[in-house]
């Protein structure tokens, strides 16, 4: 029998201790739920009854999908007794089956959502497409009880985790709600969620931008066999890549180019470091620098054709802090001042 690579698992791999008790003990509440003893699993997964005890201790990512494992076979459950029925072993993987022939995301995560539905009636699940951003939300349609934390945010996992493994792409997240009160160990769901956390929301979901529907699925029948025999768990982490990273850049630049004009600002609004940003563009082959100058320069040329202002308020608003450092930039962007080049007007450029 294959292990699911979907299993609840909270951090990358890692020596790191820093999955809360809390999930341990929803665990064991499924297992309480179907009349079963959690102590192998516990063994196996190298937990003290001290540890479980303790509200505030922190296993490692490791041992928690040791644990999953075990319960998801034990019980042969693995939505580990959140729902009125159980999802037998395997189920995970089905959806991930029926959703990888897909010819994008976009259908891809409708089909995940549609087949959800045949394992169980407590939730729904559903994809929002707008223009610019999309959400994937969870309806409840069951008390889910004692477990309604844990089954949330491990839903919207499965889903995070098989999307950035299709796409083969990190999808930075604009937003994960969740609608409970921030829990104790609130600390390690940005660990989860690459993103902004909202607590307190109307329903559980994650909203992240549209264009990355759009994107063509890059796994076959293969690399789901490999996938789903892996033991380790799909994490968002695996994906240093993000397959939309220059647009979603020059889309910020475009925004705001004076607040965004230091990598630190812009990295900040993309949720990751700038060490990172400048990595992942250069994967992408591209830099910061020819960005902003692509950027400020298609700005400027449009202030300057279309409107009257004063170059030094131009130089402004394409982020320049004065006319003289604009004025040199736009030399070397087009051979001539800015001055010049509005003169000329619209015509004598093409």
């Not at 499924?30 to 201790?57: F, V």
């Not at 930075?172 to 104790?184: C, K, N, T, V, Y």
Request: proline share 7%; glycine share 6%; hydrophobic share 45%.
């Amino acid at each position: 029998m294959t292990r699911t690579a979907l299993l609840p698992s909270t951090l990358p791999p890692g020596p790191a201790a820093a999955t809360p008790m809390a999930f341990v003990q929803a665990i064991c509440a499924g297992y309480a739920r179907y009349g079963q003893d959690p102590a192998a699993a516990l063994r196996q997964a190298r937990i003290a009854p001290q540890q479980l005890a303790d509200p505030a201790a922190r296993i490692t990512s490791a041992q928690f999908e040791t644990l999953s494992g075990a319960a998801m076979q034990a019980l042969d459950d693995e939505a580990l007794g959140w729902f009125s029925r159980r999802l037998p072993w395997g189920s995970y993987g089905m959806l991930c089956r029926a959703s990888v022939t897909a010819p994008t995301l976009g259908v891809a995560l409708q089909r995940w959502c549609r087949h959800h539905a045949l394992l169980t009636d407590d939730v729904r699940l559903h994809l929002q497409a707008g223009r610019d951003h999309a959400v994937l939300r969870i309806e409840e349609c069951q008390p889910l009880g004692a477990l309604r934390e844990f089954c949330l945010l491990t839903l919207l996992r499965y889903l995070h985790g098989f999307a950035c493994w299709a796409v083969d792409s990190r999808i930075a997240l604009r937003e994960a709600a969740f609608p409970f009160p921030a829990p104790p160990h609130a600390d390690v769901y940005p660990l989860l969620f690459p993103g902004p956390i909202r607590f307190g929301a109307d329903a559980a979901g994650t909203t992240f931008d549209a264009q990355y529907l759009a994107l063509p699925l890059v796994r076959d029948e293969a690399a789901t066999r490999a996938m789903l025999q892996r033991a380790l768990p799909l994490t968002v982490r695996q994906y240093r890549r993000d397959r939309l990273l220059v647009d979603r850049v020059r889309e910020l630049l475009q925004q705001a180019p004076r607040q965004l004009a230091h990598a630190e600002g812009l990295a900040a609004r993309l949720h990751i470091s700038a060490r990172t940003l400048h990595r992942q563009l250069r994967e992408e082959g591209a830099s910061l620098q020819s960005l902003k100058d692509t950027v400020r320069r298609d700005m400027a040329l449009d202030l300057l054709r279309r409107t009257a202002r004063p170059i030094k308020q131009v130089a402004l608003a394409v982020g320049f802090q004065n006319e003289k450092s604009f004025a040199r930039a736009f030399r070397g962007w087009t051979g001539q001042g800015p001055g010049a080049f509005r003169q000329e007007g619209p015509h004598g450029h093409g």
